[in-house]
Structure formats: structure tokens, C-alpha cells
């Protein structure tokens, strides 16, 4: 080799003294690429848009983004609310812009706690051991987004209104009753031809918010489910099979005859799914809508992060499978522009931008509970621990 | 200038970082997995509970699953692949060859997503409607082809995991193959041997060693698939008594509950999961080495005296 390149001019030598930098630098951006592309991420800057910081044309990709450009990250349920609202918000005022990245409520937590985002976001407010991991002080959480919980199912020879109970639904998912013409379901459905075949069940193998929601309904519902497999973003199941995403669950139940499975609301309405009527607390039962959920969530006007479960609440029209989701704000914030921005953009998500929520099928906050995410904003101060920095007109 | 110095320290530079990198994952994943190892000790490596709920975790089930794709997905690729490298190399007419290797590779281009779209929505009703009720009746529905017919579940997961491995057992084991010196081959024929011989007692032995790389290679990446096996493999956590049943692996489960994984010592468990899957990838490909070595030492090529 060493022979060979001597006889060569010096301009064909391969040298590794020029090219090592080359390799290593190409090395570099490929780790930065992978990591930064690892989570979707969505601004809301508008291209061309004469926005915040002209100077840099990254500056709304970059986590870090200069004054002006908020951050966050968190829940996938969140996403396109967020996406929509937010770029509608940056119409309003060209000085806010939001960079959600939507990488999970789990990693939403963990980012929020570490203090890396602006604020985070989640399908369940933080628990109290969660709160005690926050690095920057006290931790304030906001009723952002309501959404449900559907019954999808796929069962030739019924295309539409088939009715369960609480308990027939838990008993379902428990594996106890297993077969479509069992005694319960054809006592909710009478002049109803049930087939004799087993009833597959499917749920969400990956940890989400809607699997939470779902479960809390069971829980509160059957005994046997509370202290059996109880409530969680991802539980033990004792029967049935997994699937992956909104769409993963839809695509089994579609591919799949004599199945059921549960959707999130607004993923089963844009998709038109055949979804089953749920009895309520008042013996009603209803079929999935926005008017339903809202009917529930409005039957409890006291909702708090440590009692936030909205399902099964009373009422005649009231849809039973519905739950809140969580913006995560630190109290004390360290500068008063980014902190302003901050509850001036989540104030905004809150009241007006719920408008934005209802064409996205999410379900419209009611207003005790958009009260209550003013006054939860009213409490976030500027660096002296005393300003308050919502202005409310 | 000393080129050959030069030529040296950069070789070294690149190696050093690359050694750094791996040694900077590696412990950046021991440090996390360390809280679940310590809570639930050597019963996380025997447990079959995986109740985040309750803090019960065990990652068992998900290490057999991986192991029973793994094995499905090569018994059903490890002969049609090196079926398709010899008749790529030698047995197909030339303008066959180019176009029939082209389509291998760009099998390989797909991405993996892809392939679990296809097995969820296409392959899973065909397994459903035509290959489980087939196989149950072939077999009298005895385990492991007995139970529901759903689809899903371990022998699609261990279809869709063949087709994505062959690939690359194909493009290597073809070049392996390939590379087989002229000479041997002429050689035999010169003595007579038929085409068959020749690739069974010449072409074949001559590069074994390479393909039993090539089949490490393979099992290696079955092991590690993750999207497509979550998509098509029911994600249960309970072992398979049959094949139409649903299981889970450790890759689907870390896919599957990593981004909310926010109770106590789940995110900690699922990065102790990540740790076992690669101490069964290492492992792996040590015995791989080892066979390699053992096969490569008493290497015999020749037509036999029989």
C-alpha cells in the first residue's frame, strides 16, 4: 500500500489526515439527525410567514429556539389539537410560535420534569411521586383537551347499533363471557340474531392514554376489574390480543370478523367505524358523540389532578368512556417573556382555541372547566415568585 | 508527510470513536436497566407477570417469544434463501441472474413498517382464512396447531420476520457463493460430476463458513425487528402453546410501552428488557464465531472417495 501510494502524484493519495474530519463530522450530523428525527415534530410556523427570528431559518426546528418560540412535548392524543391550535394561535399573534414535539405522555413527563420544554403534556396529570422528580419548582396542571372512548366492532349481521352494558363490556375484556350469542349480550339486544362464535378481543399493546380512559371505565364499572388487571396506560390484559395504535386496533377489527375493540373517539368518527351503544350510569344507552362526552364531563364541574376521572358519570345523555388530557406548566417561571408567551398561548388553547378542537372531533372544554384552567394559569408567576403574568381582558 | 502514519491515526481516530459510542451505549443502558435489575432481581430473567399496574415485571415471556420467532422466521428462510443464492449463482440462465438479484436487494429497501402493513391487513386474513384452518386440519388441530385462528399471532409473526431476513441471506450467500474459486468448480466437472455434486460436495462446502455468516447476519436482525412483529403478533403477554397464538418479543414490548411507560420502575424494566435482548444477540453471535471457527478448521472440499 504505503509502496504503491508513493509512486502515485500527491494529489491521488488518499489522506486520512484530511479525511478523518470529514468522516467524523458526516459521523456527527448522523447522530443529530437521528436523534432529533426520532420524535415527530410539528411547528407552527407558517412558511413565509414573517415570524420571530427571520435570522435563522431552523430556529422553529430547534428544541433550544430563541425568545419568542415556545416548546413542548408530550402526548400523542394531544397532537393534532396542538398542530392545528397552535398554528392557528401564531395567526393571531405572530409572536408566539409553539414547536410541540408529540414523543408520548411518558417522555412528555420526563422531558417537563428535566425541564428541557416549556411545558409538557399529558393523558394523565402527574402523580405525586411524578411531581417530586420536577427539577424547577412547583408544578401546575391544566385541563387542555376531552376526548372518549369508543366500542368498535365488527360483527357480520349487525351493522350498527349493538347495545352493552358496564358490566357486560368488563366481563368482555375479563374473558368470562366469550362468545357473541352469550345470555347477557342477547338479554341488552333483543330482536337481535347473535352468531354462536367466539368474540375476539383486541386492545392497545402500546401505552396510551386511550388504554387509561378505558380502563378507568372498567375499574369503576366491575370489582372484579379493580382488583384484577385495574387501571393504567398499560396493563396486564387476561384476555384477548394487541395491537399497535388507533390504527393498528381499527385495522384488526376491519381484517377481522366476531371482533371488538375500543377506539379513541375522535379516530372513530373521522373514520366512520360501527361503533356499539354504551349503557351509562343512568341506565341509558347512548352512542359515542362530542355532545355525549360533553354531557358527561359536565356532571362533574370539580375536577382537580388528583381527581380527575370523568367516567360513568350521571345523567341521561351522558356518554360514560371520557377523560381530560394535561398541560404541564412550572409555577415560577424564570423569564417573564417566555413565561408570558406560555400562559398567554395555553390561556388562548383553552378558551378560543376550543373552537379549533371541535372540527378536529375533540370534544369542546365546558366552561367550568376552561374557568379552571384560567384560574390554574391566573397562579403562574415571573422570576419574583409574585408577578402575576396572565392578563385577562 | 508520513501517509502511512497518517493513514494509521485516522484508521485509529474512527475506530476509537466508534468503540466510545458502543461503550457509551452500553453503559448508558446497564445504568438505567440497574433500578429494575436491583428491585426485582434474577426473577426478572424468570418472571412471567408483566403487570406494570402492580409492579409486577418479568421479562421471560418476551425473551421465549423472541427465541420462537427467531427460530420460526429461520427454519422457513435458511433453505429458501440458500435455495435462491445457488440458483442466483449458479444454477439460473445470466439474464435471469441480474434482475431476479436486483429484485432480492430491493426487498431489502423496504421499509420495515412496510412489511407490517402487509402482514397485518393482507397476510393476516389469508393466514387466518387459508393456512391455520389448512395446518389444523393436516395435523387434526393437535398443539401447537390447535387453539382460536385469529390470524395474528406467533406463525405470521415468524412469516413476515422469513421475508424480511431473506435478503440478506440471499445477496450474501450469493457473493459467498460466488466467490467460490473457478478452478474447484471446473475442476469437478472435469472429473465428471454432475451439476448437482458439484454444488453439494464442492461449491457448498467451500463456503460454508460464509454461509453460516450470512445466516448469523439473518438471525441477527429476526431477533431485533421490532415494528413489523409488533404489528403481527398479537402482543400478549403469555407463551405460545400454538402456533396461531399470540405472544410478544422484546422488541415489541419496548416499542410498544417505552413512550408511556411513566409507573415506577416500567421505563427502568423496559431498558433491562433492551439489556437481555442484547446479551441474546451477543450471544448469538459468539456460538455463530464459534461455529464458524470449528467448521472453518475441519473444512474438507473435494468429491469424496464414496
Not at chain 1, 382537580?304 to 417561571?333: C, H, K, M, R
Not at chain 2, 420460526?72 to 435455495?83: E, K, N
Request: aromatic content about 8%; some cysteine.
Amino acid at each position: 500500500m504505503n509502496a504503491a501510494s508513493a509512486e502515485l502524484p500527491p494529489s491521488a493519495r488518499l489522506s486520512w489526515r484530511r479525511l478523518a474530519p470529514v468522516a467524523l463530522a458526516t459521523f456527527g450530523f448522523l447522530i443529530a439527525a437521528c436523534s432529533s428525527s426520532s420524535s415527530s415534530s410539528s411547528s407552527t410556523t407558517a412558511p413565509g410567514s414573517p415570524t420571530t427570528q427571520p435570522a435563522d431559518p431552523y430556529a422553529a426546528a430547534d428544541l433550544k429556539a430563541p425568545a419568542g418560540a415556545l416548546t413542548g412535548a408530550g402526548s400523542t392524543f394531544d397532537q393534532p389539537f396542538f398542530t392545528k391550535a397552535f398554528y392557528a394561535f401564531n395567526q393571531v399573534d405572530s409572536g408566539v410560535a409553539v414547536n410541540y414535539a408529540s414523543i408520548g405522555s411518558g417522555g412528555g413527563i420526563a422531558q417537563f420534569q428535566a425541564n428541557t420544554v416549556n411545558f409538557g403534556a399529558s393523558d394523565v396529570p402527574m402523580s405525586a411521586l411524578d411531581i417530586s422528580k420536577a427539577t424547577a419548582g412547583q408544578v401546575l396542571q391544566v385541563p387542555v383537551a376531552l376526548g372518549g372512548v369508543t366500542l368498535s366492532y365488527n360483527l357480520p349481521g349487525v351493522s350498527t347499533g349493538l347495545k352493552l352494558s358496564a358490566a357486560v363490556l368488563a366481563n368482555i375484556y375479563l374473558g368470562t363471557v366469550k362468545t357473541w350469542n352469550d345470555a347477557s349480550i342477547k338479554s341488552l339486544n333483543p330482536g337481535v340474531t347473535l352468531p354462536s362464535q367466539p368474540i375476539n378481543v383486541v386492545y392497545r399493546s402500546d401505552g396510551s392514554g386511550t388504554t387509561y380512559i378505558f380502563t378507568d371505565y372498567l375499574a369503576n364499572v366491575s370489582p372484579a376489574w379493580k382488583s384484577g388487571p385495574g387501571t393504567g396506560k398499560s396493563i396486564s390484559w387476561p384476555a384477548g390480543v394487541g395491537e399497535k395504535g388507533n390504527e393498528g386496533v381499527a385495522g384488526f377489527i376491519k381484517q377481522t370478523p366476531y371482533t371488538i375493540g375500543y377506539v379513541e373517539l375522535a379516530y372513530a368518527m373521522q373514520n366512520t367505524f360501527t361503533t356499539a351503544d354504551i349503557q351509562n350510569a343512568a341506565g341509558q344507552f347512548v352512542a359515542p358523540s362530542l355532545a355525549g362526552v360533553a354531557a358527561d364531563a359536565s356532571q362533574k364541574p370539580n375536577v382537580t389532578p388528583v381527581d380527575f376521572s370523568i367516567v360513568n358519570e350521571p345523567g341521561a345523555t351522558s356518554y360514560p368512556i371520557s377523560g381530560y388530557s394535561w398541560a404541564l406548566v412550572y409555577q415560577l417561571q424564570k423569564t417573564t417573556t417566555t413565561g408570558t408567551s406560555l400562559v398567554k398561548v395555553l390561556d388562548w388553547l383553552t378558551h378560543a382555541g376550543q373552537q379549533q378542537a371541535q372540527t378536529l372531533d375533540y370534544v369542546p372544554l365546558p366552561q367550568n372547566i376552561q374557568d379552571l384552567a384560567r384560574q390554574t394559569l391566573l397562579q403562574v408567576t415571573g422570576p419574583d415568585g409574585k408577578t402575576v403574568l396572565l392578563t385577562t381582558s | 508527510m508520513v501517509p502511512d502514519g497518517a493513514y494509521r491515526v485516522g484508521l485509529a481516530t474512527v475506530a476509537a470513536v466508534f468503540a466510545l459510542l458502543l461503550l457509551a451505549f452500553v453503559t448508558s443502558l446497564v445504568v438505567q436497566a440497574r433500578p429494575a435489575f436491583a428491585h426485582f432481581g434474577f426473577g426478572f430473567l424468570t418472571g412471567t407477570k408483566w403487570d406494570p399496574v402492580h409492579g409486577h415485571l418479568g421479562a421471560l415471556t418476551f425473551v421465549v417469544g423472541t427465541l420462537e420467532t427467531t427460530m420460526i422466521a429461520m427454519v422457513i428462510a435458511v433453505p429458501i434463501g440458500l435455495g435462491t443464492a445457488l440458483a442466483l449463482a449458479y444454477a439460473l440462465p445470466r439474464r435471469l441472474q441480474a434482475p431476479l438479484s436486483m429484485g432480492v436487494e430491493l426487498l431489502a429497501a423496504v421499509p420495515s413498517v412496510v412489511y407490517g402493513l402487509w402482514g397485518l391487513l393482507v397476510v393476516a386474513p389469508a393466514v387466518r382464512t387459508v393456512l391455520e384452518p389448512a395446518l389444523a386440519k393436516l395435523t387434526g388441530g393437535h398443539e401447537p396447531f390447535g387453539g382460536i385462528q385469529e390470524g395474528i399471532g406467533l406463525l405470521l409473526a415468524g412469516l413476515i420476520l422469513s421475508i424480511m431476513v431473506l435478503p440478506t441471506l440471499v445477496a450474501i450467500s450469493r457473493d459467498v457463493l460466488i466467490a467460490v474459486p473457478h478452478e474447484q468448480v471446473e475442476g469437478a466437472y472435469a472429473l465428471g460430476a454432475t451439476r448437482w455434486q458439484v454444488l453439494r460436495r464442492v461449491v457448498v462446502p467451500h463456503a460454508r463458513a460464509g454461509l453460516l455468516g450470512a445466516t448469523t447476519l439473518a438471525t441477527g436482525r429476526a431477533l431485533g425487528e421490532t415494528i413489523a412483529v409488533t404489528m403481527v403478533i398479537g402482543n400478549t403477554v403469555s407463551f405460545a402453546h400454538s402456533l396461531f397464538a399470540p405472544t410478544a418479543t422484546m422488541a415489541s414490548v419496548i416499542a410498544n410501552e417505552f413512550t408511556e411507560a411513566t409507573e415506577p420502575f416500567h421505563l427502568s424494566a423496559l431498558v433491562a428488557v433492551a439489556v437481555i435482548l442484547l446479551g441474546v444477540a451477543i450471544l448469538v453471535n459468539v456460538t455463530a464465531r464459534l461455529l464458524v471457527r470449528s467448521v472453518g478448521g475441519r473444512q474438507r472440499v473435494g468429491l469424496g472417495v464414496a
